[in-house]
């Protein structure tokens, strides 16, 4: 069975400096790793994935991801963090023996961006 | 192009009443999906269909019944609403060829059983 773990409830950043949301997770063949963010009263929205080859992911509004498979981890980080990137952030994985496209979430990390 | 579109975005039942959730996506993606999203769980997955005719339960499938009712469109029914599925409901869809495996998501429906 495949897991996520978000480690931290919520981020607390300044404005400017770096931003870094923690996930982990547990499958048993290849991991498929997802990023989304979903801003207040709103569906989520795709920020970036790591399917396969480089381990540094880039994505959407400046956000990027490493993947390290020694410690089943998927950080997502931001080297300048702005009021605008305050929202929910959901790390996802399949599990690449899977048939059909189930994505299991973590539980989600609320970020905090203040001035 | 929509995208994913869900009606309606806000509900409110009595329980033991049913209604039906609508989503339809505009981007030919074969796979289709409904969650929900309660506070502090993460979203969980109700129903699924890998193609036009196919569908299969997800995680927390009980309570609730689906239809594909072509490739467009995935409807989520509740037949008899319980207080307990007072939640966010959101579809979803995703291409699955090629190594498209990202969904895309609908803007919700707030969905309250008093």
């Known amino acids: 069975a495949q897991s996520v773990a978000q480690p931290e409830d919520q981020v607390n950043v300044a404005e400017g400096n770096p931003l870094t949301v923690k996930c982990t997770y547990s499958?048993?063949?290849?991991?498929?790793l997802f990023w989304y963010v979903q801003y207040p009263n709103r569906g989520l929205q795709f920020l970036l994935k790591y399917i396969t080859g480089d381990n540094l992911v880039k994505g959407s509004y400046g956000f990027e991801a490493e993947f390290n498979k020694s410690q089943t981890s998927f950080h997502l980080k931001k080297p300048s963090a702005l009021v605008s990137d305050s929202a929910l952030y959901f790390c996802?994985?399949?599990?690449?023996?899977?048939?059909?496209?189930?994505?299991?979430f973590g539980a989600g990390t609320q970020v905090v961006v203040t001035p | 192009n929509a995208g994913v579109t869900q009606t309606p975005k806000f509900q409110v039942l009595k329980t033991g009443q049913s209604m039906t959730l609508q989503c339809a996506q505009d981007m030919n993606h074969n796979s289709m999906y409904w969650y929900r999203q309660d506070p502090g769980m993460g979203l969980r997955l109700i129903y699924y269909s890998a193609s036009e005719g196919t569908t299969d339960k997800g995680e927390v499938p009980n309570g609730y019944n689906v239809s594909r009712l072509n490739k467009r469109e995935f409807s989520l029914r509740l037949e008899s609403a319980a207080p307990s599925q007072t939640s966010v409901y959101f579809c979803?869809?995703?291409?699955?060829?090629?190594?498209?495996?990202?969904?895309?998501f609908g803007p919700g429906t707030r969905l309250t059983v008093t």
């Open positions: 499958v048993s063949g290849n991991p498929y």
């Open positions: 996802a994985v399949r599990d690449s023996t899977d048939s059909w496209g189930k994505l299991q």
């Open positions: 979803a869809s995703s291409s699955d060829r090629g190594y498209s495996y990202e969904q895309y």
